[in-house]
């Protein structure tokens, strides 16, 4: 048979059957009582388990102090990640910032080239119908490269234009 340890005094016994949790009856009575009364346990020292578990004790802090290390490196290890983490960040936000005041810039710069372009589309029109009604009011015609251009551009001076009335 295997050898248990008792619950309540905690010495070695060897069992009579299998669901013995207690070396004798008089631990098994120790146990019920204080259940009864709510007590928590209070294990008695014998001098048969007290090598056994000073040995068990000090293997159990080599392991936990090891293990106590070796967290001690992997936490300096992921707050050095962090740190380095924490400081790319920090300059990618500071990059962002520029770039960001950089696309307003570009942005208000495509704005104001669109707006000139647009008053630059406006007045050769309008220098072109000057061309058109001066050219038809000598009677001298356009050369041909203007005559393609402005059909390019979808406007054609063989035909009058609606617009402002004439004075």
Known sequence: ???????ECRSVFEPARRSQR???TRCANRSRSR?????PA???GTSLSA???KAQLQATKRRLESERSSCNRQRAMFQSKLRS???EIERLAAENSEQRQSINLLQSEVARL???QQINVQDLAHIAAW??????AKGIALDVRTLEIMRRRGWDPTRRQAGAPRP
């Open 35 to 39: 259940r009864r009364r709510g007590a």
């Open 114 to 116: 669109k707006r000139a």
């Open 42 to 44: 209070t294990a008695r």
């Open 85 to 87: 983490q924490a400081s």
């Open 51 to 53: 090598p056994h578990l």
């Open 131 to 136: 061309l058109v009604s001066i050219s038809r």
């Open 22 to 24: 207690f070396c004798s």
């Open 1 to 7: 048979m295997t050898s248990n340890v008792c619950e």
